[in-house]
């Protein structure tokens, strides 16, 4: 609708008021016989102005009454005419104020366009839709809500109701879309056409269609791609609906399945009995459960777990089943391969020729094999310190407590006071209910110690022989000492004098007795020291003072550098000193054979530290020489007995071997990096000693 203009008739109305016209007629009458009465005097003469207007002529009389009667009949006339417009022009604009509430207080969108298919009018519901202003909205058109359908169609057929045409229009607005059904009825006018459309608001509607159909898709997927196979089945027994992974179980496609009897598809024993599922459930039963054996379309059995559930209908009442079945072929197949398993493990515990048992960590023992009851009789539900130790109270440490807080496996040796020596291990296992335990492995050693003592002495005196070839400097570390205080004198005496004269016969016979004699004596002799807890900074001292006037006399370049307050070790002195005199003379050797002469390069650098490793912690000795390294595929080598890498007659090849067995015994690690023709570098470390990991010292 366009802006309202007041009518003619209500301008002259508003000059005149209703009830005034008769007296304009009888005014105007008035003014006419003046008027009159002047025009004659004016052009007729004869008579004065006064006598006209008093008494004039009785033609002049009967001429202006007839015009006097016209003037105020025309009045009376107007008058009614004027009465009568005002009342209904009252009653349209009444008229036109209640349509246009109706117009605006309608709930459903009202648009009005003109032959243009330009905006003339929207209600408030229109413009809510639209979400602009009123001013907004006249500057759209019908194609801009019509999805640019053209507006001439909707005048190109008569001016009648039934022509009315119904469009869904999708409006884009603020990001989101709105859903309108439009109403379009063409009004056709004798000089202006209009589009007359009444719309109704479907977002909700077109969301909720659009939220049902993903709902029902994402259901779909969800039961066409579930894990077990699954059927739908009225009460009458027919399948309604089956998913892909119980086509594939059964054998059969969509197609052959549905509509048919669910006991003609994928039967089993239950089926047209009282166990039925469907029977089941129409009789009250919530849920239904049960191990199955099915047959597939090709007669191959599937072993199954049938589970099935009601199916509720629209009103709330049970229409039929969803049955699901889960394959558990490879199910039954693992538990008959456990229970085989399971035979032939208690068949190789049983004639096992080692004690196994089972121990809880309240340290009662569950379960013993065979050997372990002949050897120590029935000991079910006893503590393990008591079968075992011969304790009333839990070993410390407890072996079977460290195995399973660290999940390591734990050893250890005791000799019984009847002499036999035992060997046991603790594992930690978990038992069916996911609860720590350890297996305890009890093995008796006794014969394979007493066999093991007598190889190792054969193996000594075969060694005795094969040592008395060579030269083993490792073994020669006593007499070390001995030449490196010959060296000592000789450097600090002149030639020609006697004592330099002797210190020289000192330093060539130390040479070939620890070339010779030492290595053999060494190797034969087992020492009986004891470990003792020592400074690793002390034994490395006494190590330089033998080692250090040799290595000045080669021109090598010696830095040390210990870190102060190291934590102590346990460790037979003696025998670390050893293998620092043996490393250092390694690294001697490769210096002189790559630097023959005085070079800013020919280094040792010796340092000590506190090394933290993934079991533990340890003092960490590092010996770094910048000489010939070791080739990178002999590295793994070197380590191997009469493994060496010097020149026939120079070494016998157990220096490092005896060096890696001494670090090994003390606990400790022996590593080595190198790279060929540039340095290596090997680690001694020798773990912290303290009061949990050495008790009673």
């Excluded at 009444?198 to 269609?209: A, C, N, V």
């Excluded at 456990?338 to 023992?365: F, M, N, W």
């Excluded at 190889?455 to 070839?469: N, S």
């Excluded at 006494?542 to 550098?561: F, G, P, S």
Aim: aromatic fraction near 8%; proline fraction near 3%; include cysteine.
């Amino acid at each position: 609708m366009g802006r309202y203009t007041m009518p003619i008739s209500q301008r002259i109305s508003a000059l005149f008021p209703a009830g005034k016209f008769i007296w304009v007629g009888i005014g105007t009458a008035a003014l006419y016989w003046i008027l009159e009465s002047f025009l004659h005097v004016l052009f007729f003469g004869g008579s004065r102005f006064v006598d006209e207007l008093i008494t004039p002529d009785v033609h002049e009389i009967w001429k202006r009454i007839l015009v006097i009667s016209l003037l105020i009949a025309f009045g009376i006339f107007a008058q009614q005419y004027f009465i009568l417009r005002k009342r209904s022009e009252n009653a349209l604009k009444e008229s036109e104020e209640k349509y246009r509430t109706i117009f605006e207080q309608a709930l459903n969108p009202i648009f009005l366009f003109d032959d243009g298919g330009r905006f003339v009018d929207s209600n408030r519901s229109a413009l809510l839709f639209l979400e602009c202003t009123r001013e907004e909205s006249l500057k759209k058109t019908l194609t801009d809500i019509t999805a640019g359908k053209s507006t001439k169609e909707y005048f190109d057929t008569p001016l009648l109701i039934d022509e009315r045409r119904i469009v869904e229009i999708e409006y884009p607005v603020k990001g989101s879309t709105k859903t309108m059904l439009l109403n379009l009825v063409p009004l056709n006018g004798k000089t202006r056409n209009f589009i007359y459309g009444i719309g109704q608001d479907i977002s909700e509607r077109k969301q909720m269609e659009r939220t049902l159909q993903e709902a029902h898709a994402e259901l779909d997927q969800i039961f066409q791609t579930a894990s077990v196979g699954m059927r739908v089945i009225d009460k009458d027994y027919n399948v309604v609906k089956i998913n892909k992974t119980f086509a594939m179980m059964a054998g059969v496609t969509e197609a052959d399945a549905v509509a048919r009897k669910c006991y003609e598809i994928f039967s089993g024993p239950m089926c047209q009995t009282a166990g039925c599922p469907i029977n089941q459930i129409m009789s009250g039963q919530s849920h239904f459960e049960t191990y199955v054996d099915k047959k597939r379309s090709d007669g191959q059995i599937i072993p199954s777990i049938l589970t099935a559930t009601p199916f509720i209908g629209p009103d709330g009442a049970i229409v039929g089943i969803v049955e699901s079945f889960r394959d558990i072929t490879q199910l039954k197949d693992a538990h008959e391969i456990i229970h085989s398993e399971r035979d032939k493990l208690q068949c190789i515990l049983s004639h096992l020729l080692e004690g196994v048992s089972i121990v809880a960590p309240d340290y009662t023992i569950e379960y013993q094999n065979e050997i372990l009851i002949e050897d120590l009789g029935d000991c079910r539900g006893k503590p393990c310190y008591t079968v075992f130790m011969g304790k009333n109270s839990p070993c410390s440490p407890c072996l079977m407590q460290k195995a399973i807080d660290t999940g390591r496996s734990q050893h250890i040796e005791y000799e019984t006071s009847d002499g036999r020596i035992f060997e046991q291990a603790y594992t930690r296992i978990f038992d069916i209910d996911g609860k720590d335990k350890a297996v305890a492995l009890l093995r008796d050693i006794t014969a394979k110690k007493t066999s093991l003592a007598s190889a190792m002495h054969a193996d000594r005196l075969v060694a005795v022989g094969e040592l008395a070839a060579g030269v083993a400097h490792e073994i020669n570390n006593p007499i070390n000492s001995i030449i490196n205080y010959a060296q000592i004198v000789s450097n600090k005496t002149d030639k020609g004098d006697i004592v330099h004269d002797v210190a020289g016969r000192v330093i060539k016979e130390g040479n070939r007795i620890a070339r010779i004699v030492e290595s053999l004596l060494t190797f034969s002799r087992r020492r009986h020291e004891g470990k003792t807890v020592t400074c690793v900074s002390d034994i490395l001292s006494e190590t330089l003072t033998l080692t250090t006037a040799q290595m000045r006399q080669d021109n090598i370049i010696l830095t040390v550098k210990m870190t102060d307050n190291l934590p102590n070790v346990m460790v037979q002195a003696h025998e670390i000193e050893q293998v620092f005199v043996n490393i250092i003379s390694n690294a001697r050797y490769a210096l002189m054979q790559k630097y023959p002469h005085r070079h800013n390069d020919k280094l040792l650098e010796i340092t000590t530290a506190l090394a933290t490793v993934k079991d533990g912690c340890y003092v960490r000795i590092s010996f770094l020489d910048h000489g010939t390294g070791i080739p990178a595929a002999i590295i793994d080598k070197v380590k191997n007995p009469f493994f060496s890498t010097k020149k026939e007659g120079k070494s016998t090849g157990l220096g490092l071997s005896i060096s890696h067995g001494i670090v090994d015994n003390h606990g400790g690690n022996l590593t080595i990096l190198s790279q060929e023709g540039l340095f290596t570098r090997i680690d001694v470390d020798l773990p912290v000693w303290n009061e949990n990991r050495h008790p009673g010292v």
